[in-house]
């Protein structure tokens, strides 16, 4: 059991770009272990309250605080070393292979070998021996290497703007189980996306931003799912990893879930198509 710790608050936050106000009065907090996910239309501000989180854009008001340390954005700031991103499309130097790329970036602050790069490479499916330049790569391998980039030092928190973009089922999968382990080791990760099966396979936490306001959604209902046996569990815990495990039910394993599923009719549905034998969902 991780200990409950604020990682990262945002107090009071708001940006004005021009005569717009995109963020107004943002408050959240991050505690160790936390998957938050931030949904909102296009625009909406989700990716600015990123780049202010990471220290690449300036509040027009208000504070983000990092592990205790306010952060001061900007040449002469602080800009935090322990929290790692993936905002918007990843670029890398065309020219060189992926490992190449990670290296460069690695050197900035020598925290990791040749033998950490490799495997984090071959972690979300790419071949760190691949004499490929990126420019060649294809969208789906940039992003994989995007995601390599942003966990290869083992970072205490992780950004992510629509991380599953150009990733194939193999590479959700992937992503999927990544952000689930590390979480359970303490990483803490804010994912930005539209995409609600993401949302809903990862996340313990839900916000939505609209007209610049952060606002929780509570709208994920608590799920008890008793299934037949622990090949069933594994099952489940694959495509649904952020479940909480709880005392067996006449010696069955059981599952809590906070999840927006309609009604019991539709769990069932989802867990029959993936071969799922349940005792009961209630």
């Known amino acids: 059991m991780l200990e409950n710790k604020t990682v990262l608050s945002v107090k009071n936050l708001s940006k004005s770009l021009g005569n717009k106000q995109v963020l107004k009065n943002v408050n959240l907090d991050l505690e160790r272990g936390d998957i938050i996910g931030i949904t909102g239309k296009n ?3 989700k990716t600015t309250l990123l780049r202010i989180i990471i220290g690449l854009f300036y509040a027009s008001s208000g504070d983000v605080i990092i592990e205790g340390k306010k952060l001061i954005p900007g040449f002469l700031g602080n800009l935090p070393t322990n929290v790692s991103a993936l905002i918007e499309n990843p670029n890398f130097l065309p020219q ?11 050197s900035i602050r020598n925290k990791i070998s040749d033998e950490d790069i490799r495997n984090t490479m071959n972690l979300v499916g790419l071949s760190p021996s691949n004499k490929k330049n990126v420019s060649k790569y294809s ?31 193999d590479g959700v ?4 189980d ?31 931003i609209e007209n610049g ?49 309609k009604d019991v009719s539709q769990v069932h549905e989802i867990l029959n198509k993936n071969k799922i034998n349940t005792i009961s969902i209630e």
């Open 178 to 208: 990544i952000v689930s382990k590390m979480s359970k080791s303490g990483t803490s990760f804010i994912m930005v996306s539209h995409k609600k099966e993401d949302i809903d396979a990862l996340c313990n936490k839900v916000y939505r």
């Open 139 to 169: 969208l789906g391998m940039k992003q994989r290497l995007g995601i390599a980039q942003a966990i290869m030092e083992n970072p205490d928190i992780i950004l992510f703007d629509e991380p599953t973009n150009a990733l194939d089922s």
């Open 43 to 45: 625009g909406s501000g």
């Open 96 to 106: 060189f292979t992926g490992f190449q790329n990670l290296k460069i970036l690695a």
């Open 213 to 261: 306001e952060l606002n929780v959604i509570d709208n994920h209902k608590e799920w008890k799912i008793v299934v037949n046996d622990l090949v069933d569990l594994e099952n489940l815990l694959k495509i649904y990893p952020n479940g909480n495990i709880i005392e067996r039910v006449d010696n069955h394993p059981c599952i809590i879930y906070k999840n927006d599923w």
């Open 173 to 176: 999968k992937i992503f999927t």
